[in-house]
């Protein structure tokens, strides 16, 4: 079974701050990881991902992201956001041959503040 | 490339009804997927369907139900609707063959609300 931690349901930030969402995960077998985006009433938009090769993963609007095998980690982060990064933000893990489907976290809401 | 489709985007419905929700795939992408989304539970994982086969299923009753075509149109149906069913249903899709299949890409989701 495989599980994803957000520890944050909530990050403030202010304008053009760096922001990093955090990301735990838990997995027996080869894992492939996913950062989505949703605005509201959308359906979610893939930011980036991790399926093999190099640990940092750059993304779309200037995220990235480091796969930590170690730690388990998959952290997200942007150097400076914008107003317009405010969404909810989901961390997913797939294995195997996708017929599991992808285990969400619960999401981080991040806000923006000008 | 078209995205996702979902129909339709919004539908109420009363408690003891029976909906169903479509899913139009990217093209070329022969895996569809089923989630749904609610405040309290988050994105849980309905089932997926690949070639016309239901490959796994999630922790649901079988009051959910779904089938994909030939053309990989998939659509999911609900039986004796509950007030808990309310939720955004979101379809995903993926090209297939081993670890792309995860890579899902989403549609705009169906929000029920039942009454």
């Known amino acids: 079974a495989q599980s994803v931690t957000q520890l944050d349901s909530q990050v403030p930030v202010f304008e053009e701050a760096p922001v990093e969402l955090r990301c735990n995960y838990s997995s027996s077998v080869s894992v492939y990881l996913f950062w989505y985006v949703q605005y509201p009433n959308q359906g979610l938009q893939l930011l980036l991902k991790y399926l093999s090769g190099s640990t940092l993963v750059k993304g779309i609007n200037g995220f990235e992201a480091e796969f930590n095998k170690s730690q388990t980690s998959f952290h997200l982060r942007k150097p400076s956001v914008h107003i317009s990064d405010t969404a909810e933000y989901f961390c997913a893990v797939g294995s195997g041959g996708g017929a599991d489907g992808l285990t969400f976290g619960k999401g981080t809401h991040l806000i923006i503040q000008p | 490339k078209a995205g996702v489709t979902q129909t339709p985007r919004y539908l109420i419905k009363t408690r003891g009804q029976q909906v169903t929700l479509s899913c139009s795939p990217i093209?070329?992408?022969?895996?569809v997927s089923w989630y749904q989304q609610t405040p309290g539970q988050g994105l849980q994982f309905l089932f997926e369907y690949f070639s016309e086969t239901q490959r796994n299923k999630g922790n649901f009753p079988g009051r959910f139900s779904g089938r994909q075509f030939s053309n990989s149109r998939s659509e999911m149906n609900v039986s004796t609707l509950e007030l808990g069913d309310s939720a955004l249903y979101l379809c995903a899709t993926a090209r297939g063959g081993g670890p792309s299949l995860n890579e899902q890409f989403f549609g705009p989701g169906t929000r029920l609300t039942v009454l």
């Open positions: 093209s070329g992408h022969r895996s």
